[in-house]
């Protein structure tokens, strides 16, 4: 059976006016750039092929167990995808790259959804391993953040739907995760969830900062990102940052469900483009600035004053450990 094939071709004027500042810089720089702006395009259209596909879904046993993610498909179909690294999921490279792989097992797999939670009994995740950050090898740093984009775009801009099962602490990058689900439940209890970067003396990415503005208002999303902010579970429902107060795991696993329930009588292709779109504008800005992001978060990683926070950060972390 043939294939059916899509050119599209684009030819750069490179020495259009708009071209020339950046021609006489560097050899290519229209083409490149010209690319750049064609990645969102084509990466709309792979997703609605991919939806497409999805139009008859028929679901395959899948089971995947690394050491780091554990994914099985429920009897509705749906994906569960377990974060265990103890002690507490923070999110290094192996982690990540883990993640990576199981969100393209889940879209392989036309699951009816994927819902994200944790082994531990207390922390959804940690974020960031603060050690892939403190003094790093520059060349594993620099995989680190481009595997932590790749998470981002593959969770944020799925076709699939996704919710979160918040089964403990989620700080920076565990809230990122969360808030790049479509729905969260938040077991209640003592749990806090949050962007904090600026308490590491660090900057929450832009990404970041978009993924929070389009969960909670913009005005909750600066003041939660200037102070650090971390929300206990009623605070964080009564800003929206969560759907539902859980009360305990399978609780939380419970009402994803629900909500993934919601899904049932709404044409796939419709539910994910629409998701798509709504979400278009972060994802584009991100492919756009990709490069430029990571060159950023290995400047940051060279400035010795980030270096002296996260030395204190970590301290401070092992004294409270020990105590
Ligand atoms: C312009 C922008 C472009 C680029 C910018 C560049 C860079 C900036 C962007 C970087 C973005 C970062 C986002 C992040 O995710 S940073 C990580 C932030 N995370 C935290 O602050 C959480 C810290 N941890 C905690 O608060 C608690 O551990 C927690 C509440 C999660 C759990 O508490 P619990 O009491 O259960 O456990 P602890 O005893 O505290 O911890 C157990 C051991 O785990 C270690 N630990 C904890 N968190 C981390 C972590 N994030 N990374 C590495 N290790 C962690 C902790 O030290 C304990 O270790 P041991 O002492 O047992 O060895």
Known sequence: MGRALVWDATCVDSLAASHLPSTSQKAAAAAESAQMLKRPKMFLLRQAVSNARQLAPSVRAMSSKGPLVDLTVDNDGVAIMTLQRPPVNSLNLDLLKEISKSLDDVAKNKSRGMILTSSSPTVFSAGLDIMEMYKPDMKRAEEFWTTLQDVWFKLYGSSFATAAAINGHAPAGGCLLSMSCEYRAMVGGKFTIGLN????????????????????????????????????????????????????????????????????KIPPLARAITKLKMREEPIKNLQTSRQADVQEFLSFLKNPKVQQSLEMYIQALKQKAAK
């Open 197 to 264: 970067e600026t308490a590491l003396g660090i900057v929450a990415p832009k990404w970041f900062m978009d993924t929070m503005c389009r969960t909670i208002s913009m005005r909750q999303a600066e003041l939660a990102l200037t102070t650090a902010k971390m929300f206990t579970v009623d605070e964080a429902l009564k800003c929206e940052l969560i759907d539902e107060i859980a009360t305990d795991k399978a609780d939380a696993i419970n009402k994803c469900k629900t909500f993934l329930k919601k899904f049932e």
